[in-house]
């Protein structure tokens, strides 16, 4: 099922009367989903996520724009006629009944066409319990569960629906680190499986970039950039869009373009074309950086730290934004750590500039 966002703002009426500053959720959001795929909304704590889900759940009614499950316009209907599959953070499971009680409990409520027979039910609830692999745990009470089984048997409570879309909101972050992983491998596999419409919800970048077939970049309501999430990291839209994605995170300088060169600092880090000289903001992704001893970015050495098969460099430079730079090294180069300085090369796809005003994306040939 496809699932069409239409110019859809959500706009809150202010709490405080004397400040009158009303809240825009969510600002003029177009977006198809594709049939079947995972999408993830992805953004920092009060963009405009939970909002957007709520609004295709039918929680929450628009201010303006249209919802569409394939040409169906569902804007004004109920969540219970949406047929949408809603699993949030806190599991809100029924705590004394047990876990086939609370698979069984949206099938109880079904009515006229849609009533199932006792054995249908049951039928359904252990098909749905198999998918998410807690078949065996049919007896117990949720306080008797672990989080990420708990989460499990929510999940399965929102597919035993046979849900048109499947709306998970930051549905991993009461799990701890392990349980995180595993899950969301899990979810991947089951929507797979299954082939539902899927929107999760998540701050965490690495948890969205890992299990999205596209990822939906949100800042204060607006939405930044869609796309697959390798091509939106390797072709940030924005300053905004490119600290926001890849651990470690993007290194950021201050700089500027003169006669066809990137500076940073003194150091001309590239030759480019095609960008009047201007004072601008720079990202270099960890790893962008080429050790090299003739290199053209000259920073000072703090730390090496060894990860194995990585080496992760940690230095400093006066136009650097960020505290500290950090670069990923192949463990093969040998750096010496009682050195003062490093000297770097940038590869030319892992260097971005950004307008210093607007922070918006400066495109550059290489020359
Ligand atoms: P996210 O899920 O990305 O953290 P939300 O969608 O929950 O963000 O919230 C977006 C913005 O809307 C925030 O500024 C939040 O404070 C505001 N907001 C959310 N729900 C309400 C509400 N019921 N009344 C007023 N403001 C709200
Ligand atoms: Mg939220």
């Known amino acids: 099922m496809k699932v069409v966002l239409e110019n859809l703002t959500k706009i809150f009426p202010s709490r405080n009367k004397k400040s009158g500053e009303e809240v825009i959720a969510v600002n003029d ?5 594709p049939d079947g795929k995972l999408i993830g909304l992805l953004g920092p704590s009060g963009c405009g996520k939970s909002t957007t889900l709520y609004m295709i759940s039918g929680l929450q009614k628009p201010t303006s724009g249209k919802i569409y499950f394939g040409d169906d316009d569902v804007t004004e209907l109920s969540t219970e006629n949406r047929g949408v ?3 949030f953070q806190n599991y809100a499971l029924y705590p004394h009944m047990t876990v086939k009680q609370n698979i069984l409990f949206p099938l109880q409520n079904l009515k006229g066409a849609d009533k199932l027979s006792k054995d249908e039910m049951l039928d359904r609830a252990l098909n749905a319990a198999r998918l998410v692999q807690i078949d065996e745990l049919m007896d117990r009470k949720p306080s008797e569960l672990s989080g ?5 048997v929510a999940i399965a409570r929102a597919l035993v629906k046979m849900p048109r879309v499947l709306l998970l909101d930051e549905p991993l972050s009461n799990l701890d680190a392990r349980l995180r992983l595993q899950t969301r491998e899990e979810i991947r596999r089951i929507q797979r499986e299954t082939g539902i419409t899927t929107v999760f ?3 965490d970048q690495e948890e969205a970039m890992s299990i999205s077939d596209m990822i939906v970049v949100m800042k204060q309501g607006i939405v930044q950039q869609i796309g697959k999430p390798q091509e939106v990291y390797d072709n940030p839209i924005n300053l905004f869009v490119a600290k926001f994605l890849g651990t470690p995170p993007i290194n950021v300088f201050e700089g500027k373009v003169e006669g066809g060169k990137i500076y940073i600092g003194e150091d001309a880090v590239l030759d480019i074309t095609g960008v009047e000289d201007q004072p601008v903001m720079i990202g270099i992704r960890p790893e962008g950086f080429e050790l090299s001893e003739n290199g053209a970015l000259k920073c ?4 090496v730290e060894v990860m194995g098969r990585d080496v992760s460099v940690v230095s400093k430079n006066d136009s650097c934004v960020s505290p500290a730079i950090r670069s990923i090294i192949n463990a093969d180069n040998k750096v010496d750590p009682s050195a003062e300085f490093v000297r770097y090369d940038i590869k030319p796809h892992k260097i971005f500039i950004f307008n210093k005003e607007t922070e918006e994306r400066i495109y550059f040939e290489v020359k």
């Open 300 to 303: 000072k050495l703090t730390n």
């Open 148 to 152: 990420g089984q708990q989460q499990r």
């Open 85 to 87: 599959g809603l699993v």
């Open 201 to 203: 919800v998540t701050h």
């Open 29 to 33: 959001f177009t977006f198809t989903i």
